[in-house]
């Protein structure tokens, strides 16, 4: 699958998220939801909170990278929303999450997913990366960078 194929625009909010980490994964997954990536909102929900439960995603450095594969998703997608007030994600560091990319990906997905997930990985804990999200102008930027960080 193409990189451009992962995040579309449709994908990708400045909007500020809710604050509260499980209606964070909520607005993230909507986004998902409305550019059509997701056929089951409950399953898809389900697998996100699950996989929380187990351990938590917040990376550090005002980072979360909520994922999971389900059934319930079309194809492999990367969500992105950025938050002024920041969100716990119980990162090892404390530190709120301020950039959160939530990847979804359908359960037969195996590589695709464990592969855009270490990528999305290495290109977050690259503080010029994550200042680039940080900073950006619009949602374009945004866009063109997480498209770079997953082909």
């Given at each position: 699958?193409?990189?451009?194929?992962?995040?579309?625009?449709?994908?990708?909010?400045?909007?500020?998220?809710?604050a509260?980490r499980?209606?964070?994964?909520?607005?993230?997954?909507?986004?998902?939801v409305?550019?059509?990536?997701?056929?089951?909102?409950?399953?898809?929900?389900?697998?996100?909170?699950?996989?929380?439960?187990?351990?938590?995603?917040g990376?550090?450095?005002?980072?979360?990278?909520?994922?999971?594969?389900?059934?319930?998703?079309?194809?492999?997608?990367?969500?992105?929303?950025?938050?002024?007030?920041?969100?716990?994600?119980?990162?090892?560091d404390?530190?709120?999450?301020?950039?959160?990319?939530?990847?979804?990906?359908?359960?037969?997905?195996?590589?695709?997913?464990?592969?855009?997930?270490?990528?999305?990985?290495?290109?977050?804990?690259?503080?010029?990366?994550?200042?680039?999200?940080?900073?950006?102008?619009?949602?374009?930027?945004?866009?063109?960078?997480?498209?770079?960080a997953?082909?």
């Amino acid at each position: 699958m193409d990189a451009e194929d992962f995040v579309v625009p449709a994908l990708v909010t400045l909007e500020d998220p809710p604050a509260e980490r499980r209606a964070c994964i909520d607005f993230l997954l909507d986004l998902a939801v409305d550019a059509g990536r997701v056929t089951d909102r409950a399953t898809a929900r389900d697998a996100l909170l699950e996989r929380e439960s187990v351990s938590p995603t917040g990376l550090g450095h005002g980072v979360a990278l909520p994922h999971a594969r389900t059934e319930a998703v079309t194809a492999p997608t990367v969500a992105f929303a950025r938050s002024d007030r920041g969100v716990d994600f119980d990162a090892p560091d404390g530190e709120p999450a301020t950039l959160l990319v939530c990847l979804l990906a359908p359960a037969d997905a195996d590589e695709d997913h464990l592969a855009v997930l270490s990528r999305l990985s290495r290109s977050l804990a690259d503080s010029a990366f994550r200042a680039r999200l940080a900073e950006a102008s619009s949602e374009r930027v945004v866009v063109n960078a997480l498209r770079e960080a997953v082909a």
